[in-house]
């Protein structure tokens, strides 16, 4: 048997096996063609079927209403950090920018260069940012074209569990780092948009859940491959689209569904979050989670350790024992468990286990 190792990786991250396996079937003679999926046209009709049952796989499993279209673009969440104010903007505003962690900084700063965005709330201290806003911390104007925010802020490790109201204001998330971990209410929704490539597939495609009359409300005074407009007219497909990656998000979201959908997902997450976090507070201090309660992340579940030396001994330590991608982010150190769809239960108890080992020989 093939060795597969525990995959904790922030992005791209562990995708389903059998998913994997049904694109290793299905590599070199895609359904008796005598070729693979990558060698067809996007536009004939082998690749279009898969176009459209990955899109298909996205609305039923989200429940996505008949007033939003799904797209394929490219460029990752950063290109949409660009895009959504290309199209949305207005001469006076840029969106209201809730700034949770660095990408929904990253996002406001894209903002700031296409036109003049607004901070709704920064809890920036220092280099970190621990904690949500409530509702009631939030500067929304009444005439922003959005209000922009960061599901879960997958460095900080806060996820936001409640969404904000923006009355309104259609509200846009950047979900890329939770997207579909969840059954979610898509109607409350101005946009959704998120990589592909740490819940729902590979890296290279970038999906976008959007309100149809947002598409029809975007301006028109830019590039036609940026237009939300054009990619929503040609079902994704006005130039040659990143064909694998969508394929592969066909063959990760068939298995969701097969595993019993979003409601299964959200048990199997929820699930590993608690062994991991009670494995954190049952430590009596030793590993200790620094963001507030209530905002912990079931996605990005970030701890320290007593020690620089102890957390770097710990990655060896749990790369030993086959578990691989838990260092924390470059900007903020520290130990970081991505736990995504695909990451198995299995994987977070035997992370609880090390913990448990790790601290006993060195507590
Ligand atoms: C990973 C990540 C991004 C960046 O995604 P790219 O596809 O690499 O541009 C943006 N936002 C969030 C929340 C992320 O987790």
Request: hydrophobic share 40%.
């Amino acid at each position: 048997m093939t060795k597969r190792v525990y995959n904790f990786n922030a992005g791209p991250s562990t995708m389903p096996l059998a998913a994997l396996e049904r694109a290793q079937a299905e590599l070199l003679d895609f359904q008796g063609t005598g070729m693979s999926i990558m060698e067809h046209s996007h536009r004939a009709k082998h690749y279009e079927a898969v176009h459209d049952e990955a899109i298909k796989l996205i609305i039923e499993l989200l429940a996505i209403p008949d007033t939003h279209q799904v797209l394929f673009m490219t460029g990752g969440a950063s290109a949409q950090f660009a895009i959504l104010p290309m199209n949305l903007r207005t001469d006076e505003s840029a969106g209201d920018y809730i700034i949770t962690g660095t990408w929904a900084e990253k996002a406001y700063q894209e903002a700031k260069i296409v036109g003049k965005p607004s901070v709704a709330w920064d809890g920036k201290k220092g280099e970190i940012w621990d904690s949500l806003p409530k509702q009631s911390d939030l500067k929304l104007s009444a005439n922003a074209p959005y209000v922009h925010f960061t599901t879960n802020n997958t460095i900080m490790g806060t996820q936001f569990f409640d969404f904000p109201d923006s009355g309104n204001v259609p509200l846009v998330a950047d979900m890329s780092s939770d997207i579909m971990w969840r059954p979610i209410d898509v109607s409350k929704f101005g946009m959704i948009y998120a990589g592909a490539q740490k819940n729902i597939g590979p890296a290279g495609v970038t999906v976008v859940i959007i309100r149809k009359d947002l598409i029809e409300k975007g301006r028109k005074d830019l590039a036609k491959a940026f237009r939300y407009s054009e990619v929503a007219k040609n079902n994704s497909l006005q130039n040659t689209i990143p064909t694998f990656p969508v394929y592969m998000i066909r063959n990760v979201l068939a298995v969701v569904k097969e595993e019993g959908g979003l409601a299964a997902t959200e048990k199997k997450n929820r699930k590993k979050g608690e062994i991991l976090y009670s494995a954190v507070d049952g430590s009596g201090g030793f590993y200790r989670c620094p963001v507030e309660k209530s905002a912990r992340s079931v996605m990005n579940a970030v701890f320290r350790l007593p020690s620089e030396e102890l957390e770097e001994k710990f990655v060896k330590a749990a790369s030993a024992a086959g578990m691989v991608g838990l260092k924390g982010h470059r900007s903020v150190g520290g130990i970081r468990a991505s736990m995504y769809n695909a990451l198995s239960i299995e994987a977070v108890e035997k992370l609880a286990e090390l913990m448990a080992k790790f601290q006993k020989e060195n507590g």
